[in-house]
C-alpha cells in the first residue's frame, strides 16, 4: 500500500494547480480543511487503530492547539514558531494529565472520561469572555514565520499543512514500525500478557496518548490560521465523534486511511450540505452501509479490490 499512500500524498500535492487551472481558488481553502482534518484523524488513528484506546475528547486537543494560537494573537504575539510551539506543547501538555487519568480505567469508563474532560475544557474556553466566550474571536493576522512563509497566500497555507500531513505520516510509519509500536499493538490485542513479558502497558500507551494529543494541538494551530476565528464549538463533542468517523471511515490502524476518511467525510459534507439542510440524514446510512459491506474502511475496501484485480 506504500504505492497507493504516494499517489495520494501526490495528489493532494497537485490540488492548488488543479484549482489555478480550473479557475477554482475555492478548492484550496476546501482542501486545506481537508488536510488539517486529515493530521487530526492520523493522530487518533495512533491511539484508537494501533492502541485500542477509544478517546471521545479528541477535538480537546484540536481546540487547546487553536487556542493557542488565538490567545497569543489577541496579545500581539504572532511570532509562528512561538505559537506553533505553545499549540504543540499545551495540547500534549492537555494529553498527559488527561491521559495520566483516563488510561487507568478501560472500556466504556475510558470513553466517558475521556468524554468528560473535553467537556470540561469546552465548558471552560465558553467561559472565558475576554477571548469571547461562546460568540469565538476573530484573529487579527496570521501566524508569521520572520519572512519565511506568507500565510496571507492561501496555496503557502495550503502546502505548509500539506508539509506537516507527510511529516505526521513519516513519523507515523517510522513509529507503528519500531518496537514501540508493535509493543503498542500487542498491548491492544492483551494487555495482561504484554504486562506478564515485562513491557511498562502504562507508560507505552501514556507516550503514544501524549504523541497523539501533541499532534492534534497542530491540527489546532493550522486550523486556527485557515479560519482566523476560534470558537469553543471546535472541541466540542460532537467533533471528536466527526474525527472518529473519519478514522473508521477510511480505515482503523493505516495511518493513509484516516486520510481517505477526511477526503471523502468533508467532500460528502460539501456536496450534501449544498443540497439539502438534511445532508446528515443522507450521510449516515452512507456510512452504516460502506463500515457494513467493508470493515476496513475505504483503504480497505481498495486493497481488495487490487488484489482481486491482480489474483
Known amino acids: 500500500m506504500r504505492s497507493a499512500e504516494l499517489i495520494g500524498l501526490v495528489a493532494l500535492a497537485l490540488v492548488p494547480s488543479l484549482a489555478a487551472a480550473l479557475d477554482q481558488p475555492f478548492y484550496v481553502d476546501l482542501f486545506t480543511r481537508v488536510v488539517i482534518f486529515a493530521i487530526a484523524a492520523v493522530s487518533l488513528d495512533l491511539i484508537l487503530g494501533y492502541g485500542g484506546m477509544v478517546s471521545f475528547g479528541h477535538a480537546a486537543y484540536l481546540g487547546i492547539g487553536s487556542y493557542a494560537v488565538g490567545i497569543l494573537a489577541f496579545y500581539g504575539i504572532t511570532n ?121 502497558t502504562f507508560r507505552y500507551r501514556l507516550t503514544a496518548f501524549v504523541i497523539a494529543g501533541a499532534i492534534g494541538g497542530l491540527a489546532g494551530a493550522l486550523l486556527a490560521n485557515q479560519t482566523l476565528f476560534l470558537s469553543p464549538a471546535i472541541m466540542h463533542w460532537t467533533r471528536s465523534g466527526e474525527i472518529m468517523v473519519m478514522v473508521i471511515l477510511g480505515g482503523m490502524g493505516t495511518l493513509f486511511g484516516p486520510v481517505l476518511g477526511a477526503v471523502a467525510y468533508l467532500l460528502l459534507e460539501n456536496v450534501l450540505s449544498g443540497l439539502t439542510a438534511h445532508w446528515q440524514a443522507i450521510l449516515g446510512p452512507l456510512l452504516v452501509l460502506l463500515v457494513l459491506f467493508s470493515r476496513g474502511g475505504i483503504l480497505g475496501a481498495i486493497t481488495a479490490f487490487t488484489r482481486r484485480r491482480h489474483g
Open 80 to 200: 509562528g514558531f512561538l505559537q506553533f510551539f505553545v499549540a504543540i506543547a499545551g495540547a500534549g501538555a492537555a494529553a498527559l494529565l488527561i491521559g495520566f487519568v483516563s488510561l487507568r480505567t478501560s472500556g466504556v469508563y475510558f470513553i466517558m472520561i475521556t468524554l468528560a474532560f473535553s467537556q470540561m475544557i469546552y465548558f471552560l474556553c465558553e467561559s472565558l469572555n475576554q477571548f469571547g466566550g461562546d460568540n469565538g474571536l476573530n484573529i487579527a493576522d496570521h501566524s508569521r514565520f520572520a519572512g519565511l512563509l506568507d500565510l496571507d497566500d492561501g496555496t503557502t497555507l495550503y502546502y505548509l499543512a500539506f508539509a506537516c500531513l507527510a511529516l505526521c505520516l513519516l513519523l507515523g510509519r517510522r513509529l507503528v514500525e519500531s518496537r514501540f509500536g508493535m509493543a503498542l499493538r500487542g498491548i491492544k490485542s492483551n494487555a495482561r500478557r504484554m504486562e506478564a513479558l515485562g513491557f511498562p
